[in-house]
């Protein structure tokens, strides 16, 4: 099993920039596919980016997943946010890259807040 923290959320203004980071605790934090997801106020939880799986049409070439697995923790930097970017922000572990994806993930961290002003 594995606990996971997520950090690095709040508000920020359009155009600015933020950077998640996701500590994880437990099994051996490498053999896990790692992902991030989001869940905007009355829309379902959707898929951001994965380490080895890339990212969603709407965040490419603004964000940038990354893992540093010495460190059991996963980051996401957001350049260029938006208002429709705010949303909650989750955290995923997955057994393998094919889990990787709503309805199949093994762990959910508790979610960061990330709030954009126009």
């Known amino acids: 099993q594995v606990q996971l923290v997520e950090s690095g959320g709040g508000l920020v203004q359009a155009g600015g920039s933020l950077r998640l980071s996701c500590a994880a605790s437990?099994?051996?934090?490498?053999?896990?596919?790692m992902g991030w997801f989001r869940q905007a106020p009355g829309k379902e939880r959707e898929f951001v980016a994965g380490?080895?799986?890339g990212y969603s049409d709407s965040v490419q070439g603004r964000f940038a997943i990354s893992r540093d697995n010495a460190k059991n923790t996963l980051y996401l930097q957001m350049n260029s946010l938006q208002p429709e970017d705010t949303a909650v922000y989750y955290c995923?572990?997955?057994?393998?890259?094919?889990?990787?994806?709503?309805?199949?993930?093994?762990?959910w961290g508790q979610g960061t807040q990330v709030t954009v002003s126009s």
């Open positions: 995923a572990a997955a057994y393998s890259l094919q889990r990787l994806r709503i309805g199949a993930i093994d762990y």
């Open positions: 437990g099994r051996t934090f490498s053999g896990y596919a």
């Open positions: 380490s080895s799986r």
